[in-house]
């Protein structure tokens, strides 16, 4: 079960930080992603992380703006964006994936959050 949180309204430039609360199971068995939606938009990668945290992987969009982190003691994701722009307005999925060849395909997990909306005004 993943919830995630710290969506909203903000100005172009600013930034947000999302997180994402895992229950149900040991969230450090799960590699754990960003994935977003626009309208009449194809999800999209945003960020992974991997159980232990040592791998992370971002999509080109957000590469350098992005940190994704977890912690998984207390079984949450974060993804702290910053220099925001109109086009990162979408809806953020949280998910996570026990096991898979592309960490980047949205196919390959298994539980998601119902998503959380994050809107950047120009």
């Known amino acids: 079960h993943l919830v995630e949180s710290g969506g909203g309204l903000v100005s172009a430039g600013e930034s947000l930080r999302l997180s994402c609360e895992a229950s149900?199971?040991?969230?450090?068995?799960?590699?754990m992603a960003w994935f977003r939606q626009a309208p009449e938009k194809a999800r999209e990668f945003v960020a992974t992380?991997?159980?232990?945290?040592?791998?992370?992987n971002y999509a080109d969009a957000v590469k350098g703006r992005a940190a994704i982190s977890r912690d998984n003691t207390k079984n949450t994701m974060r993804l702290q964006l910053n220099s925001l722009k109109a086009e990162d307005s979408a809806v953020y999925y949280c998910a996570a994936r026990t096991v898979g060849w592309d960490p980047t395909d949205a196919s390959e997990y298994n539980y998601w959050g119902r998503g959380i909306q994050v809107t950047v005004l120009s």
């Open positions: 149900g199971g040991s969230s450090g068995t799960y590699a």
């Open positions: 992380i991997s159980g232990n945290g040592r791998i992370l």
